[in-house]
């Protein structure tokens, strides 16, 4: 280990040499390379931990720029992991590095957590976390919360020293629709780094016994004004998990919906040539930056002024980011479009993507 690399670090009252020694046998997994993710990543590196593990299966897009600054225009269409992987690599050559591409889900969550000792949240998908979090508690590894809202973000550590969960805070999986992510709100550059920079402090204060942990407190900041307040919640036993539930629990009720495909049931229809509609309900700007060829853009909040133009005896493809807005678009149209059939693809373009990337 290179003494002078951490020597201001080390200099440190309270941190020292001993805080350099346990960061440097800690294992770290980050769960997402994107806008949380990569100051994550970047911090935690170049202050000396050990062993950094890293989760992603996606692709770094030109919407990414903004709020990912460790990618480069000239990154776009490479997978997330192997860019920032690199890098990481030439910022710190000390640290081990360990990717797994691949997306956090119920079938490889308890293999992928094996052997690390802290887990850092930068996922931005909802259903995701409820997942880490049984992982966690069946694992017994605590893990730190980030996430964003508009202007907001919000920070917490779960599952520490057996504290509260992520259930015992929000015990339901909300249904498609009820929280908006960042694709439809948008998201502020900046505010990822900053929160992703807290969630980093707060790894190295769990990692080396320093200062208050947010344990059984949610921090909200509020970057209008620079306004924090903190919300403290307690541990409710009923939310005690046992074991990784079935995939349909992790879908945000997305399942409940009905007229959902997979996205190979989709690629192989699309090959065979038949007449359908594959209507995109992102928003324009989302559209104009990546799109399926022969794809429309209805956003999904006009959906219903474009009726007349899908009522046709057609089959009709619902797509969006991810899933979730082409499950609210389905529930919209259901029952108002007489003679077409209608489905909404699982997964989204983000997926799809991955599949044919």
């Not at 692709?59 to 997978?79: C, F, M, V, W």
């Not at 929160?195 to 204060?205: F, R, T």
Request: a negative charge.
């Amino acid at each position: 280990m290179s003494i002078n690399r951490y020597d201001r670090q080390i200099r440190l009252a309270g941190f020292g040499a001993r805080g350099q020694e346990l960061l440097r046998n800690a294992r770290v997994l980050v769960v997402g390379a994107g806008g949380l993710g990569v100051p994550i990543c970047q911090y935690l590196n170049a202050m000396g931990i050990g062993t950094l593990g890293i989760v992603d299966g996606d692709i770094i897009e030109e919407t990414n720029l903004h709020r990912q600054p460790a990618y480069s225009p000239s990154d776009n269409g490479k997978a997330k992991i192997l860019v920032l992987g690199r890098k990481l690599q030439e910022q710190n050559p000390e640290t081990n590095i360990e990717l797994h591409q691949t997306f956090l889900q119920p079938a490889n969550a308890m293999a992928l957590l094996e052997n690390y000792d802290l887990v850092v949240d930068a996922t931005d998908r909802i259903p995701t976390r409820y997942l880490l979090d049984d992982a966690c508690v069946i694992r017994q590894i605590p893990w730190i919360y980030g996430a964003l809202h508009g202007f907001e973000g919000q920070l917490s550590v779960f599952n520490y020293q057996g504290g509260p969960t992520y259930r015992c805070l929000f015990p339901q999986i909300p249904k498609p629709g009820e929280i908006p992510d960042c694709n439809q709100l948008g998201t502020l550059g900046i505010l990822p780094g900053i929160i992703g920079s807290l969630q980093a402090l707060e790894a190295v204060k769990v990692i080396c016994g320093l200062g208050e942990i947010l344990s059984g407190k949610l921090l909200l900041f509020n970057a209008l004004d620079h306004q924090s307040r903190q919300v403290r919640f307690q541990k409710d036993p009923a939310q005690a998990i046992r074991e990784i539930r079935d995939d349909s629990h992790y879908t945000a009720g997305l399942c409940d919906t009905g007229g959902g495909i997979p996205i190979g049931e989709y690629l192989k229809f699309s090959k065979s040539g038949k007449s359908h509609l594959l209507v995109d309900v992102r928003e324009p700007q989302e559209f104009d930056t990546y799109h399926l060829p022969d794809a429309v853009n209805f956003p999904l909040m006009e959906l219903e002024r474009h009726i007349p133009e899908m009522d046709q005896p057609v089959e009709i493809y619902l797509i969006c980011h991810s899933g979730s807005r082409s499950a609210q678009a389905y529930r919209k149209l259901e029952g108002k479009l007489g003679s077409a059939s209608l489905h909404w693809i699982e997964g989204g373009v983000k997926d799809l993507q991955s599949k044919t990337s």
